[in-house]
């Protein structure tokens, strides 16, 4: 199972939350950050942000990233859109 957890924050405070659950290994790690990405904005009626090079920095370091206004191309009323891995397949299962 791999999950992320997506989190909509303004002004500090927790304004949408959504967990994401993509079962079986018919997609790689990163095919599954995208698709849970995509899913999360379709949930919170969002355009998909751009990832840009502090996003992959940050996640490839943190299993989370943020993205602000500017990784959208639209106006947001939110100060950002958090991606956060909290659960990794593993090999034996």
């Not at 002004?11 to 967990?19: F, G, P, S």
């Not at 990832?51 to 100060?79: C, G, P, Q, S, Y």
Request: charged share 35%.
């Amino acid at each position: 199972m791999f999950r992320i957890w997506g989190k909509i924050i303004k002004e500090n405070h927790l304004i949408k939350d959504k967990v994401i659950e993509l079962p079986g290994k018919e997609m790689s790690r990163t095919q599954k950050v995208y698709k849970s990405l995509e899913m999360l904005c379709d949930e919170f009626d969002l355009a998909v942000p751009v990832w840009l090079d502090a996003n992959n920095n940050e996640f490839i370091k943190h299993a989370k990233t943020r993205f602000r206004d500017v990784n959208f191309m639209e106006e947001i009323d939110f100060d950002y859109l958090e991606l956060n891995v909290i659960e990794e397949d593993h090999i034996w299962e």
